[in-house]
């Protein structure tokens, strides 16, 4: 059996840093930037690719998405 697989993408200019997404990922998986983006937020990012070795996939569950207000999030299922 293998288990759900996914990735997000997180539009960074439509982000408000309200932090909903990083909150609500059962893995993990997303932090909040050092960078500001153009609106002057820190907006959300995805670190899965720092953590390969953690094993801590995106399962694609989609939470992360539905609770974002500004619909920044896209969930891309394996
Ligand atoms: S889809 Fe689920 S596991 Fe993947 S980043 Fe979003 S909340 Fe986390
Ligand atoms: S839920 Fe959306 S707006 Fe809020 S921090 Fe995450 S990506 Fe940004």
Do not use: H, W
């Not at 002057?40 to 989609?62: D, V, W």
């Amino acid at each position: 059996m293998t288990l759900a697989q996914g990735m997000i993408e997180i539009d960074q200019e439509l982000c408000k840093d309200c932090k909903l997404c990083v909150s609500v990922c059962p893995k993990k998986l997303i932090e909040t930037s050092d960078r500001l983006n153009q609106k002057g937020y820190y907006p959300a990012f995805y670190i899965e690719k720092n953590l390969k070795k953690e094993n801590r996939k995106c399962t694609g569950c989609g939470l992360c998405a539905i609770v974002c207000p500004e619909i920044a999030i896209e969930v891309y299922r394996a």
